[in-house]
T-cell receptor
Framework: GNSVTQMEGPVTLSEEAFLTINCTYT??????LFWYVQYPGEGLQLLLK?????DKGSNKGFEATYRKETTSFHLEKGSVQVSDSAVYFC??????????????FGGGTRVLVKP | DGGITQSPKYLFRKEGQNVTLSCEQN?????MYWYRQDPGQGLRLIYY???????QKGDIAEGYSVSREKKESFPLTVTSAQKNPTAFYLC?????????????FGPGTRLTVL
């Protein structure tokens, strides 16, 4: 079946540090890949996505590249801020209508940025 | 503003009671989804619907029921048969046409069973 594995947290950083959150996946087919962010007490917001190999998604200083050869979609940010403290979820979907085009999520990685 | 609304934000229920969580979207999205999130865990799919008057079970449908009488609404009922209902519930929706693969989420409802 399909699955997403991401590094366990919490990840604690100082402001302006470099952030990497590893995400690897297994899928039967060619999935679209996503990073969602969840701030405390809120729903999930789409952070970025990539739909095919070698695509780079980017938003708000975050980047992730779809690496088919390593089945990875690692999230990076060069200089984090306190406001980046949140839980980050890696997810995939295969565009299969019969399966509802559902998202498969990783377990989430909590990031805490200290001033 | 277009978006997904969920109500209430916090919900308390006594054991043995059914409770219904609301989800409304004005994005004209075709598909809607319900997920459950437990502390420190990822999201698990409860039910989904790709068209009005039709819905499918997800990975953890036992103890839950849904209806899809209108395109914009997808309420979830947590029944007394759900053994451990305390969780954060998230509704999502998605456009079906073209390569619309992105799901958009509501703000969530936190259900606590007393």
């Amino acid at each position: 079946g399909n699955s997403v594995t991401q590094m366990e947290g919490p990840v604690t950083l100082s402001e302006e540090a470099f952030l990497t959150i590893n995400c690897t996946y297994t899928a039967t087919g060619y999935p679209s890949l996503f990073w969602y962010v969840q701030y405390p007490g809120e729903g999930l917001q789409l952070l970025l996505k990539a739909t095919k190999a070698d695509d780079k998604g980017s938003n708000k200083g975050f980047e992730a590249t779809y690496r088919k050869e390593t089945t990875s979609f690692h999230l990076e940010k060069g200089s984090v801020q306190v406001s980046d403290s949140a839980v980050y979820f890696c997810a995939l979907t295969l565009m299969i209508k019969a399966a509802g085009n559902k998202l498969t999520f990783g377990g989430g990685t909590r990031v805490l940025v200290k001033p | 503003d277009g978006g997904i609304t969920q109500s209430p934000k916090y919900l308390f229920r006594k054991e043995g009671q059914n409770v219904t969580l609301s989800c409304e979207q004005n994005l004209n999205h075709d598909a809607m989804y319900w997920y459950r999130q437990d502390p420190g865990q990822g999201l698990r799919l409860i039910y989904y619907s790709q068209i009005v008057n039709d819905f499918q079970k997800g990975d953890i449908a036992e103890g839950y029921s849904v209806s899809r009488e209108k395109k914009e609404s997808f309420p979830l009922t947590v029944t007394s048969a759900q053994k451990n209902p305390t969780a954060f519930y998230l509704c999502a929706s998605r456009r079906l046409a073209g390569s619309a693969d992105t799901q958009y989420f509501g703000p969530g409802t936190r259900l606590t069973v007393l």
